[in-house]
Every structure is written in C-alpha cells, then in structure tokens.
C-alpha cells in the first residue's frame, strides 16, 4: 500500500473521530443550556438584564464553537487536498 494512501487513511480516521467528540460535546453542551435556561425561567428574582446576558454569551459561545469547527474541517480538508495532488503529481 502506498503511504499517501495510509496517511491520507490516519487524516480520515482523525476526521472521523473529531467529528464524532465534537458532535458528543455539542450534545452535552446543549443539554447543559437547556438546564440554565429551565433554571433561569424559575429564578424570578434574576433580573431581564441577567437573562439577556446569559442568552449573549450563549450566542458568542455557539459562533465560536461554530467557527472552531469549520478551522478544524478546513484544515483537513487542505490536508486531503495536499495528499490527493502530491498523489496524482507522484504518479505522473
């Protein structure tokens, strides 16, 4: 097998596996925002202002935890990228 192709596999199984911790962590993230928000709808004493800069700060959250994720896949992408044209340059 040429080693490309089992580099090109490792990419590919790391891919895999940051895609699967990252979506298992979104989950729990999720969860765990649904859990304040319940808490915060029973906390009658806690101020609109409080409520509205928790719901900031969770929107901020998600958009960096958004663009984490198009990074990470960006740079496998330009890693599958750099493999399949030293590939296809190698066999020319």
């Given at each position: 097998m040429d080693q490309k192709q089992i580099?090109?596999?490792?990419?590919d199984i790391q891919?895999?596996?940051f895609?699967?911790?990252?979506?298992a962590i979104v989950r729990m993230q999720d969860q765990a925002e649904k859990m304040?928000?319940?808490m915060m709808a029973q906390a009658t004493w806690m101020p609109?202002?409080?409520?509205?800069?928790v719901n900031e700060w969770v929107k901020?959250?998600?958009?960096?935890?958004?663009?984490?994720k198009k990074a990470v896949e960006d740079g496998y992408?330009?890693?599958e990228d750099f493999l399949t044209t030293t590939n296809a340059?190698?066999?020319a």
């Open positions: 580099v090109k596999q490792m990419v891919r895999i596996s895609s699967n911790g990252f979506d304040a928000n319940s609109a202002e409080s409520r509205g800069a901020i959250y998600k958009k960096g935890r958004d663009d984490f992408k330009s890693m340059a190698t066999k």
